[in-house]
């Protein structure tokens, strides 16, 4: 239904708004059990995903941290290495 919400404190450069809102919206959607709200719903939707993403920008505001900034880029490449470690690589068929 949806992707996994990522981790969004402790980068450099921080998560923007955008970042912040798809968690939100990727949250409800996984709470609600909907990817898209009925129209009678889709009110009451959007109204958890402002809630959500304003919290969100909330919390990340106020964490603290005395460890030094992530790079999205290593981060990243580290994920990838995780996933090929577990799948292998892609592409690559089993007989």
């Known amino acids: 239904m949806c992707r996994n919400i990522r981790v969004l404190h402790n980068f450099e450069p921080p ?3 955008d970042e912040i809102e798809a968690a939100a919206i990727q949250y409800v959607r996984k709470v609600s059990g909907a990817t898209l709200p009925s129209a009678a719903n889709e009110e009451a939707f959007d109204e958890a995903v402002r809630v959500v993403t304003a919290a969100t920008r909330t919390l990340l505001d106020s964490l603290v941290t005395k460890a030094p900034p992530r790079d999205r880029e290593v981060e990243a490449a580290k994920a990838k290495a995780r996933a090929a470690e577990r799948y292998g690589p892609r592409g690559s068929t089993s007989a």
Do not use: F
Request: proline share 0%; no cysteine; glycine share 0%.
């Open 15 to 17: 998560a923007t708004d």
